[in-house]
């Protein structure tokens, strides 16, 4: 069967790719769940943390409905799905998930399907999570794999399916309305109480869960997606005994890069190749995280974030060695951002717009500022002051400037729909337009951060930090470009317009 297709597609070579629908039916329910061990209501997709793998095929449509299933009143009961890291083009723009940018959350008891073609040929590694307020945080998040049959990196590795899928983030006991308040009244970002790898893990004086355990077979090449799905914190992913060879960012295939050790900020994926090239045991898979003062949070423990890479072989049992944070010293090649460099060089064009954005907290608040104004969802649908949009010609180059700033946690900046030239890096003072990598979540920090993008593919898409504490206090922008070219090009459905009506009318505990 599988010859014949083969032979078959190999006849229609001239012709353009297959391409298939993918169903995705996502009943968006509150479930009781322990990840850590302590057991509280979550907000899920088909009840599971993580919730389901998404899978599809470069040039696949995603038709995904949510059925919004929520009935806890100590988390928000609406909901809305962002995609993380796809581009979406313009037609499709009102399905982008962006509630009040580009849409408007689904009601308690209603469903909505989002319909997204993947375009541009664009494979890699992706993951959806609510983008209503802080609502992830309570547990909708999932990973999004679109695989490329042509991947010119495939010879590298031998397995990549979905037990190559590494989710790490950060995770809470208390729900998020009552965190959202604290965070309210003291300004303190809520510290998190451990992180979870594949929606497990432990924290001080909780139960001994068992580690999550990646099975590998000696001699074999494994293709790991990581993805950072927290709402605040770092993870630093290594493998004891062994390396990384980063061949994906943020589904930007990149020239292979072998490390030790690899920062990753929320909402950032890379794909590592790793070699089961070591006598068969089990080793430690090393998911250490920083965010915020852990001395506020005395469950927290990063050392017990962790999980278990067991050759076939080996016995039932943790590894035998120290659970350590990773490489240190002279043993550490820990990745720079800046050495990454795409597969194929893609020079960063001149910008044709400058735009200098200055993030300031106002001491004390949960307030974030961009140029003095701190992002507020609109109360009408049309953009105002307080949305800080940034009004955008079509068929330009657009470049951000992040002067360098005193936080003492790097914000991971993320643009909606669309990808950008990180010609400068915060982890380096060079600047790169000749072969900059390509992403979609870059840190902004202490020494600068500088980002090129295009608006040939005009939308109103939402720019923010990838922090949601930081976020959901107006750590936002929306780069509006080609505004008359959307509203000729977009055409919504009548299930799209019916839900601003429908969430408007709720009252405030069903939003
Ligand atoms: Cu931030």
Redesign the pocket.
């Known amino acids: 069967m599988k010859l014949l297709a083969s032979t078959v597609l190999a006849a229609l070579l001239v012709l353009p790719a297959f391409s298939d629908t993918i169903p995705i039916t996502l009943d968006i329910v509150n479930a009781d769940g322990a990840p850590d061990g302590f057991n509280r209501s979550m907000v899920t997709a088909n009840g599971t943390y993580p919730g389901p793998l998404i899978t599809a095929t470069k040039g696949d449509t995603l038709v995904v409905t949510v059925n919004n299933l929520l009935d806890d009143p100590t988390m928000r009961r609406s909901t809305s799905l962002d995609f993380d890291g796809l581009f979406v083009n313009t037609p499709d723009s009102f399905n982008e998930g962006s509630s009040f940018v580009t849409t408007c959350p689904v009601a308690p008891n209603a469903s909505y399907t989002y319909t997204i073609p993947l375009v541009d040929g664009q494979a890699g590694t992706f993951w959806y999570h609510s983008q209503l307020s802080v609502q992830y945080v309570d547990g909708l998040r999932g990973a999004l794999v679109v695989y490329d049959p042509d991947d010119p990196l495939k010879d590298l590795y031998d397995v990549d399916d979905e037990t190559t899928i590494w989710q790490v983030g950060d995770w809470w006991h208390n729900t998020t309305l009552p965190l959202l308040a604290g965070y309210v009244a003291t300004g303190i970002v809520p510290v998190s109480d451990s992180g979870t790898f594949n929606g497990v893990g432990r924290f001080n004086g909780g139960p001994e869960v068992p580690f999550f355990v990646v099975n590998v077979v000696q001699g074999t090449r494994y293709r790991f997606r990581i993805i950072n799905t927290s709402a605040r914190n770092v993870f630093t992913m290594s493998i004891d005994s062994h390396n990384m060879t980063i061949i994906e960012t943020d589904g930007t295939p990149t020239s292979p890069m072998s490390v030790n050790s690899i920062d990753m900020l929320a909402g950032q994926r890379h794909s590592v190749v790793v070699e089961a090239n070591q006598p068969v045991a089990n080793y430690w898979i090393n998911a250490p995280y920083v965010g915020g003062d852990p001395t506020r949070n005395l469950n927290q423990n990063a050392t017990l974030s962790r999980a278990i890479l067991r050759y076939q072989g080996a016995a039932e049992e943790d590894p035998s060695s120290p659970m350590s944070l990773g490489p240190a010293g002279a043993e550490l090649n820990a990745l720079v951002e800046a050495n990454l460099r795409p597969l194929v060089a893609s020079p960063a064009p001149e910008a044709d717009i400058n735009i200098t954005l200055n993030l300031v907290v106002t001491a004390g608040k949960a307030q974030?500022n961009v140029n003095n104004v701190s992002y507020l969802p609109p109360t009408t649908e049309d953009f105002n002051v307080t949305e800080n949009t940034f009004v955008l010609p079509a068929n330009k180059i657009v470049q951000v400037i992040f002067p360098p700033s005193i936080d003492d946690?790097a914000?991971?900046f993320h643009l909606h729909g669309n990808n950008f030239w990180l010609i400068k890096s915060n982890s380096s003072e060079e600047i790169n337009t000749e072969n900059p990598i390509k992403r979609d979540v870059a840190g902004v920090g202490s020494t600068g951060t500088i980002m090129r993008f295009s608006t040939a593919n005009p939308g109103p898409w939402f720019f923010h930090?990838?922090?949601f504490w930081?976020?959901q206090a107006g750590?936002a922008t929306v780069m509006a470009s080609g505004l008359d070219e959307t509203r000729e090009t977009v055409k919504p459905t009548q299930a799209w317009t019916d839900l601003c009506p429908a969430y408007d009318a709720l009252p405030a505990d069903l939003q």
């Open positions: 974030w946690e914000h991971p930090c990838h922090i930081h976020f750590l």
